[in-house]
């Protein structure tokens, strides 16, 4: 990837704190193509003289160095268009950035509607609503029976609550304690979650054999030749069978690899029918929300359920800044490789 007359420099922009894993893992395999690499938070930028205080990996030990402005900005903070955050973009302009995309994220709803424009991708979409309003968003609790209300904006897990009927009651599970409300109480639920903006979607089963909760984390990346693959697979099971937010921190979870999992629940190898459908759907979903979307990026992380019969469902699309609990030499490959072919392709939009 390197173009032999120089090395190139990838400087990982990053705003808060993270893993130390996903640091070295991008350090080592930029090293692995001959490009220098270093990581840096908005402070760090002296944009007088064009430099940024930042930290190289040397012998195994991060330090601090003062560097040169890079060849390319590897963006782990994603911010822009935010206007906290306009002034750190605004003295990075003149540098090639892998991710051009407006604000932190697509909100939830948003990424839903988009995808029902495609007849394909449309048939993978669980059954949702943007809450507007209390009746109708009691309707589609009394139509489904058992949903889950969650942030329109949010991730992890964060704030969802799964609503079940029961009877003439409803139960209301916080991911720590359940609550029984009548049809008063609801739709007095319903208001509060609507002013803090939240959606339902109805609840799919997705559990293992043995009656476990889970869901898949797909990983979709950009590679050195500007095309979409799949960079990992990542199951994560809820360990109790009530918990069925399998991302929330409340959930104790766990996993398994990939390959272990096909076997277990579907008597499969990697590169099996359910895999090849996983990847099949997933990069045609990356393709269509790239073509949809206004500006740049090259990492998407899905979660899907499978039903018992085999179907795939989408419960959330992350084009913010998609995480992972274990496989950070997964995500680091294809990142670095793309950040090297933005740095070589100043032609790109």
């Known amino acids: 990837m390197s173009t032999g007359k120089q090395r190139l420099t990838i400087g990982l922009l990053i705003g808060w704190k993270v893993e130390p894993e996903l640091l ?9 193509y001959g490009a220098d690499f ?23 030990e991060w330090v601090e160095r003062e560097f040169t402005y890079p060849d390319v900005i590897y963006d782990r903070m994603r911010r822009r268009g935010i206007q906290k955050y306009a002034d750190v973009y605004r ?13 932190m994220s697509v909100h939830k709803t ?10 394909e991708l449309k048939s993978y979409l669980i059954p949702f609503q943007t809450l507007r309003d209390t009746a109708k968003g009691l309707a589609f609790i009394y ?10 904006r949010g991730t992890s897990g964060k704030g969802a609550f ?21 049809e008063e109480q609801m739709l007095a639920f319903l208001e509060m979650l609507i002013r803090e903006k939240y959606c339902m979607q109805k609840l799919m089963t997705s559990v293992t054999k043995q009656g476990l909760p889970f869901h898949i984390r797909v990983h979709l990346a950009k590679n050195g030749h500007n095309e979409w693959i799949v960079a990992f697979c990542a199951v994560w099971i809820s360990s109790e069978p009530q918990s069925k937010v399998t991302n929330s921190k409340h959930t104790f979870q766990m996993t398994t690899t990939w390959n272990r999992f096909l076997q277990h629940q579907f008597d499969e190898d990697v590169g099996g029918a359910m895999e090849q459908r996983i990847h099949t759907y997933a990069l045609r979903l990356a393709s269509f929300m790239e073509q949809q979307l206004d500006g740049r990026l090259h990492e998407i992380g899905l979660d899907i359920g499978i039903d018992a019969e085999g179907r795939i469902g989408l419960f959330e699309v992350g084009a913010g800044v998609p995480s992972a609990m274990f496989q950070f030499v997964e995500m680091a490959r294809p990142a670095i490789a793309y950040s090297l072919y933005v740095a070589t ?5």
């Open 38 to 60: 270093f990581y840096f938070y908005p402070a760090g930028i002296n944009e007088g003289q064009r430099r940024i205080h930042g930290h190289r990996l040397e012998h195994g």
């Open 162 to 182: 799964t609503i079940r009927m029961e009877g003439n009651e409803f139960e209301v599970f916080d991911q720590e304690y359940v609550h029984r409300m009548n």
């Open 345 to 349: 392709h100043p032609d790109m939009k």
């Open 143 to 152: 139509k489904h029976r058992t949903v889950i209300a969650k942030p329109d």
């Open 110 to 119: 948003v990424a839903y509607n988009m995808l029902r424009k495609d007849e």
């Open 24 to 32: 070295l893992a991008n350090a080592l395999v930029a090293a692995s």
């Open 91 to 103: 003295k990075l302009e003149t540098i090639p950035f892998t991710h051009t995309l407006r604000g």
